[in-house]
């Protein structure tokens, strides 16, 4: 098709993304209603289609819905998160070879930027990656598209509550925008929180329309040059770019909640190492070394006794090796631990993060050249041969103690696009 000028700013995102994953993989699930509950099968956070048309309201505990879930036939699954951040990255992938430019806004949505044709007319280009997506994925898209990142969020909500949309609406092709905007509830709009919504309708303004329109002062004085931004964007204008990159990390965190509480030191520990383990993988798949460690631990929040501890390291050498990062996390878990309190939520953080690329050496507790490519050879078969493999193929001794204090995830669905031994098979 031949190319304009003009640039648009699409908003894409996978409908009910947890559910349509789980139905993707598994054709028994399709068109069927599924439930996706949160850690710890606690919450109900994802819904399909035929789950929504049942009347389940997300945030309902599974414990309060689960007779009627059972009366109704619906499918109740544990959340699959290797399923899932799995499939965003196929979907993103995907979507990176029909666009000029893509930013990564979450596990199931992003922006891209696409240039109009002649004619202006964006249809044939969504309708064809909405098709493309359903065939390569199995899972439904909706798109909105508008000339910054502001209306293309409004107009994804449109595409989806406007049944003749068929998923896809283009805020610039409408002849009466006023119409919809005035359907678009203000504390919908992307960039307004509880408080400021609050605010707004305190000042009369409820919609969409009546915020683009408000007076410029007001907005400039209570929300400042982010609500100017905002408003600017409303009315068209572009203020908020694409991030053609995401800037390196400063920290990795890896935490969770515990099935059973813990009161063991030797739980915390091996709960802490575990989570060590796993953020130094992180750290390697991104180039980054930690130059400080941090490791917490809590009581639940609906619990009697109130527990919270931080234990802290600064290190002299940044480093991504394993071996050095348990050392040091098995000797915090001593400073945060107290036999009194049940123990629900622990997490090891990796802080003031370095690209390896920029590293820069200490004369203290000097390494030798052959010290430190050791050590990398080491982290990266170990990393090569999990990828591989499994996650697990290659672990450290501290991990294989029997874990009475891990997530219950009861319902998990068991199928996989990462573990062949998972993947569904086809008996002729």
């Excluded at 559910?19 to 599924?34: D, G, K």
């Excluded at 030191?265 to 993988?281: G, K, M, R």
């Excluded at 071996?323 to 629900?344: H, Q, R, T, W």
Aim: contains cysteine; glycine residues 4%.
């Amino acid at each position: 098709m031949t190319i304009s000028s003009i640039e648009a700013i699409a908003l894409i995102d996978a409908n009910n993304f947890y559910a349509s994953c789980e139905q993707s993989i598994n054709p028994h699930l399709r068109n069927r209603p599924v439930v996706i509950l949160s850690n710890n099968d606690a919450c109900i956070i994802a819904r399909s289609p035929e789950a929504r048309a049942l009347k389940i309201k997300m945030g309902t505990p599974y414990f309060k819905e689960k007779e009627r879930l059972s009366k109704l036939d619906v499918a109740v699954l544990s959340s699959n998160y290797s399923l899932y951040a799995d499939m965003s990255k196929r979907l993103m992938n995907l979507l990176k070879n029909y666009c000029e430019e893509m930013e990564i806004y979450s596990i199931d949505e992003a922006f891209v930027s696409i240039y109009r044709p002649n004619d202006k007319n964006l249809y044939p280009w969504a309708r064809k990656l909405r098709t493309l997506t359903y065939q390569n994925l199995g899972i439904t898209i909706t798109i909105g598209i508008g000339e910054n990142k502001v209306r293309a969020k409004v107009a994804n909500k449109l595409a989806k509550n406007i049944d003749y949309s068929a998923g896809i609406f283009d805020l610039a092709r409408t002849k009466d925008e006023n119409s919809y905007f005035k359907g678009i509830s203000v504390d919908k709009i992307w960039g307004i929180g509880k408080q400021t919504s609050k605010w707004l309708k305190s000042k009369g303004i409820k919609n969409a329309q009546e915020l683009r329109d408000m007076k410029e002062n007001e907005i400039i004085k209570k929300l400042g040059v982010v609500g100017k931004r905002l408003q600017l964007e409303l009315k068209g204008y572009k203020c908020l770019p694409i991030k053609k990159s995401n800037k390196s990390k400063r920290e990795i965190q890896v935490s969770r909640s515990f099935g059973t509480p813990i009161t063991k030191l030797e739980d915390l520990t091996q709960v802490l190492a575990i989570y060590a383990i796993q953020a130094s993988a992180k750290m390697r798949s991104q180039s980054l070394k930690t130059s400080a460690i941090s490791v917490f631990v809590r009581t639940s929040k609906y619990s009697n006794q109130k527990y919270q501890r931080v234990a802290h390291k600064k290190l002299i050498n940044a480093t991504d090796n394993t071996n050095a990062i348990l050392k040091i996390v098995v000797a915090l878990s001593k400073e945060i631990y107290n036999p009194e309190y049940k123990l629900s939520k622990a997490g090891v953080l990796m802080q003031d993060l370095i690209n390896c690329h920029y590293l820069q050496k200490s004369i203290i507790n000097y390494k030798s050249q052959e010290d430190i490519k050791k050590s990398e050879n080491l982290m990266r078969t170990i990393d090569l041969l999990n990828k591989k493999y499994n996650n697990n193929a290659i672990t450290w001794a501290i991990t294989k103690k029997p874990k009475e204090w891990t997530i219950n995830r009861n319902l998990l669905s068991h199928t996989s696009t990462t573990d062949i031994r998972k993947i569904p098979t086809i008996v002729i």
